[in-house]
């Protein structure tokens, strides 16, 4: 370890010390990168998102109050309706007559499952296949949630409500004739999702299960906005910075942890994945149209030439602005982008200078590119990008 990150190690130890955090200081330390020693990101990070206040002497009675309502949580939305026990704090009710699977009512706590299965299969589809490029997130957790798996209760994992949701026995196709053709997916040369990664021991859970169980909740809490393709790729390298956090205290809540820093983190982002909402001055189109305001500013003649080949944001910034260019670097570089993201006070104003940053570091390519060449470019360009040495602009 050179002299120089140690001494970055130390300021960033002596701001976190101070009874009050001085947030500018910490925004400042920040926005050049976080060490990954010590927990100091993840603490940076819960500060930087409004987790956690900046009066040190609060932090213990607000994670106890946070960590307690995410369990509350937990048993108020994980729970199959009707299925509980007593000493859960949750009564076993008799549904068979005012309640049951084929109500129609739509205040029908059955009525609601099936609903939420609908947005749970989505989630399920997409966590399954997070960060493929590594396998932390198919590896098994230290702290698997024991109110779900704990064998003296009668809880169900999402996995396994999956399972019970998805039909497996049979595929039923009817050709152009009318004819009806069944057959066992188990025939199929392609193996199905729910297989695709090997099935853990009882009593186990992979890190992706703890990510689709935020995702659930979160979709529970907020109904409005509910899940949206994409939300994964936001909460996984949070999920994976705390759950890689040394102090096992901290590790051991990193679902809860992940879990409001998530919330607080949408509450900025949300109007993103709003559809109604993407042509008002809110809305993911105008974010859009102000990176190439900015290119504009910035670089007049690679602006002419993507409006000369008639090259929309929409074509690719779409995806760079909604998941914080989650999808565009591997996962530690965008760690590393989100230590100044989160830093910033105008984080999302940084956000489109980082676009347009990305832009110019390519600009030799795209002047002599064609259509189809600058498109292919814009679409894969984690591989072009020259990152990270060219890549910070000046604040």
């Known amino acids: 370890m050179s002299s120089l990150h140690k001494s970055r190690i130390a300021d960033f130890q002596d701001v976190l010390k101070e009874p009050s955090i001085v947030l500018e200081k910490l925004r400042e330390l920040s926005f050049s990168g976080i060490p990954c020693e010590g927990g100091l990101r993840c603490l940076c990070w819960k500060i930087l998102l409004n987790y956690l ?3 040190r002497a609060s932090w213990t009675s607000i994670l106890a109050k946070q960590r307690g309502l995410y369990s509350q949580f937990l048993r108020e939305m994980i729970i199959q309706p009707g299925i509980a026990k007593a000493n859960m704090g949750v009564s076993r009710e008799d549904v068979t007559f005012e309640d049951h699977p084929l109500n129609p009512n739509p205040d029908s706590r059955w009525n609601t499952y099936f609903k939420d299965n609908e947005v749970l299969l989505q989630i399920d589809k997409d966590v399954r296949r997070l960060c493929p490029d590594i396998s932390f997130f198919q590896r098994a957790t230290e702290y698997p949630c024991l109110l779900i798996l704990d064998p003296q209760n009668e809880f169900e994992t999402l996995r396994k409500r999956v399972e019970q949701t998805t039909l497996k026995s049979q595929t039923v196709a009817r050709n152009r004739s009318g004819v009806t053709n069944m ?3 188990h025939k199929n040369n392609a193996p199905p999702a729910l297989n695709e ?3 853990l021991p009882n009593g186990c859970e992979a890190h992706w299960e703890v990510v ?3 995702l659930f909740i979160y979709a529970k809490l907020n109904p409005g906005i509910a899940y949206v393709q994409g939300m994964n790729e936001i909460v996984g390298p949070l999920y994976y910075t705390f759950a890689t956090d040394p102090n096992s205290e901290w590790k051991e809540h990193a679902e809860a942890d992940t879990f409001f820093c998530f919330t607080n983190l949408m509450a900025e982002i949300r109007d993103n994945f709003i559809k109604s909402l993407d042509d008002s001055q809110c809305g993911i189109t105008y974010k859009m149209e102000k990176v190439y305001s900015t290119l504009k500013d910035k670089d007049v003649e690679l602006y002419l030439k993507l409006q000369e080949q008639n090259i929309k944001p929409q074509f690719f910034a779409f995806r760079w602005l909604t998941l914080l260019l989650s999808q565009e670097f591997l996962l530690p570089d965008v760690i590393r982008i989100w230590d100044s993201l989160f830093a910033d006070d105008n984080r999302f104003d940084f956000l489109l200078l980082v676009c347009c ?9 795209l002047l002599e590119g064609d259509f189809t060449v600058n498109m292919r470019l814009l679409q894969t360009l984690s591989g072009v990008c020259p990152w990270p040495s060219a890549f910070w602009v000046t604040r």
């Open 197 to 199: 990664y090997e099935v």
């Open 183 to 185: 057959s066992s997916p």
């Open 53 to 55: 206040p900046l009066e």
């Open 212 to 214: 689709e169980r935020i």
């Open 357 to 365: 940053a990305m832009l110019i570091l390519i600009r030799e390519q």
